[in-house]
């Protein structure tokens, strides 16, 4: 890939694919046991119908992560992310959703997970929804 080119993956099953250099957006699409590993996104990573997918942005910047109608799912990246332009993870109908931000040879992995489950209470003339706690579990 390269910036003006889009990566577009659909139905690939058990592989690993490498894309070498930055691309506009990189997409995933009904891809299973997949892992995908690129150099940054000028717009977004998007994975949509797939399940037991690893993605990791090994260097470069992908503004946004969008994740629809797909179970686990696990989005590697480098802990200088969270820093300036911090990625932003979108997702809807998924499960099992991973950020692991890998922090150098000395520590280990930070495993963040993605909500799945929400609560909605009234706040006045609204709704005001956030992540149902797990409490002693």
């Known amino acids: 890939g390269e910036i003006g080119q889009s990566v577009y993956m659909y139905n690939v099953k058990n592989s690993v694919v490498q894309i ?22 000028v717009a977004s990573c998007d994975t949509v119908n797939s399940k037991k997918v690893q993605i990791q ?13 797909s179970s686990s799912v696990k989005v590697f990246v480098n802990s200088d992310v969270r820093e300036e332009n911090a990625p932003t993870f979108v997702t809807a109908h998924s499960q099992e959703v991973l950020v ?27 709704l005001h929804t956030a992540p149902t706690d797990h409490l002693g579990v």
């Open 20 to 41: 070498s250099a930055k691309c506009t957006a990189v997409t995933l699409d009904k891809c299973e046991s997949v892992g995908v590993v690129f150099e940054g996104a």
């Open 57 to 69: 942005l090994q260097s470069g910047h992908c503004p946004q992560f969008n994740i629809d109608k």
């Open 100 to 126: 692991i931000v890998l922090r150098g040879e000395d520590q280990d992995p930070l495993e963040l997970a993605i909500p799945e489950q929400f609560q909605s209470v009234f706040s006045g003339d609204s």
